[in-house]
Nanobody, 114 residues
């Protein structure tokens, strides 16, 4: 089976930074696409950022210039560096990997508040 383990969430003040990690393990030959989604209270889950195996990236307009997605293929890990955090970034963040089957992490809470 495939398991995704997320870490790095927490409470941070506006303008601060956090780094999320998601490590995949199990019976995986290759990972084509890795990404981060988030869901805030009362809102639908939305794509935050995605990255291909070769490093091509896409970002939501709301996080461009503030967030950076990266991956370590050898470690089967995807990262999300979040800078200049805003209260509206508060959400549960979920990672997803595509092998091409899709697998989801269980989510990690990010709270931006003073």
């Amino acid at each position: 089976q495939v398991q995704l383990v997320e870490s790095g969430g927490g409470l941070v003040q506006p303008g601060g930074s956090l780094r999320l990690s998601c490590a995949a393990s199990g019976s995986i030959f290759s990972i084509n696409l890795m990404g981060w989604y988030r869901q805030a209270p009362g809102k639908e889950r939305e794509l935050v950022a995605a990255i291909t195996r070769l490093g091509n990236t896409n970002y939501a307009d709301s996080v461009k210039g503030r967030f950076t997605i990266s991956r370590d293929n050898a470690k089967r890990t995807v990262y999300l560096e979040m800078n200049k955090l805003k209260p509206e970034d508060t959400a549960v963040y979920y990672c997803r990997v595509t092998t091409p089957n899709n697998y989801w992490g269980q989510g990690t809470q990010v709270t931006v508040s003073s």
